[in-house]
């Protein structure tokens, strides 16, 4: 039983490192655009640019 002595500060220590993480994060603006995430992946940004003559699709 004596070690709950140092569990449970250490568990109340890593859960408020994990709510400041999560509130710097909300402060920080980390959840602001979360409709972009799924349209910044299907931009091709490795083809390389011109006018299209080079494209190999067709």
Do not use: T
């Not at 709510?19 to 655009?33: N, P, R, T």
């Amino acid at each position: 039983m004596d070690v709950l002595i140092y569990l449970i500060p250490a568990a109340l220590v890593l859960g408020l490192l994990g709510l400041a993480g999560f509130l710097w994060s909300l402060k920080s603006g980390q959840y602001e655009d979360l409709e972009g995430a799924k349209y910044r992946i299907l931009q091709d940004d490795d083809l390389p640019e011109g006018d299209g003559k080079n494209d190999e699709r067709g």
